[in-house]
């Protein structure tokens, strides 16, 4: 059983910034390809960043987040800098075994979100 647990959520004021952190139990780490997406109350899930052999980022946080990982420990980051109100959100760590892109559908894993709130 693969599980994902994500941490480092909180409350930050605008122009702030965060490290979540996800860490995955189960499975082989390195196999995954690694994503991060958020949802905004009364909006649907959208994507944020994914790592595998490389990086993609959502234009809205493009310069602004960072996605990384470390093998060693099966964990997952995501640096927010410079967050404004847009950025408040569950975001929720997610794993897939078949390169999964942008596409919510192709990730086989998920955590339960930490929330995010970012106040003017």
């Known amino acids: 059983q693969v599980q994902l647990v994500e941490s480092g959520g909180g409350s930050v004021q605008a122009g702030g910034s965060l490290r979540l952190s996800c860490v995955v139990a189960?499975?082989?780490?390195?196999?995954?390809?690694m994503g991060w997406f958020r949802q905004a109350p009364g909006k649907e899930r959208e994507f944020v960043a994914t790592?595998?052999?490389?990086?993609r980022y959502a234009d809205s946080v493009k310069g602004r987040f960072t996605i990384s990982r470390d093998n060693a420990k099966n964990t997952v980051y995501l640096q927010m800098n410079v967050l404004n109100g847009d950025d408040t959100a569950v975001y929720y760590c997610?794993?897939?075994?078949?390169?999964?892109?942008?596409?919510?559908?192709?990730?086989?894993?998920w955590g339960q979100g930490t929330q995010v709130t970012v106040s003017s």
């Open positions: 790592i595998s052999w490389y990086t």
């Open positions: 997610a794993a897939s075994l078949r390169d999964g892109q942008r596409d919510a559908g192709r990730y086989d894993y």
């Open positions: 189960g499975g082989t780490f390195s196999n995954y390809a």
